[in-house]
């Protein structure tokens, strides 16, 4: 079994939900977060995550570009909006963070976009 798998399967083990969950495929969490996990979340962190994905995906795509293209001005213009939606989202985040199961659920999709970057 690879590392992934494992401590993907150990997270899941440890919220409670069994391995063969279903996976979400039409955001950057889907690789990592189930659906059930996501609907343990109330409906503003729910829409958050869902938020994030989306804001993920752009993310990890610029974060490429900027590997193979650093002085692509286009590109450079949305890394730095990203970053600011990323710090207007803080002080919500920082409420969230306050949630167990959040906190669970939003370090394992740091993971994932970590390993993609």
């Not at 979340?41 to 900027?66: A, T």
């Not at 919500?92 to 970590?114: G, N």
Request: proline share 2%; aromatic share 10%; no cysteine.
């Amino acid at each position: 079994m690879t590392e992934k798998k494992s401590t993907r399967r150990k997270f899941l083990q440890f919220l409670g939900l069994s391995a063969g969950a279903t996976l979400a495929s039409t955001t950057s969490l889907g690789n990592f977060i189930s659906r059930e996990e996501v609907r343990r979340l109330n409906s503003e962190q729910q829409e958050f995550m869902m938020e994030y994905g989306k804001w993920m995906d752009e993310f990890i795509e610029v974060i490429r570009i900027q590997k193979t293209d650093p002085g692509n001005m286009e590109n450079n213009k949305k890394m730095i909006a990203l970053t600011e939606t990323a710090e207007q989202w803080q002080p919500r985040l920082t409420e969230f963070m306050k949630d167990e199961t959040f906190a669970l659920i939003y370090h394992a999709s740091i993971e994932r976009m970590k390993k993609e970057i």
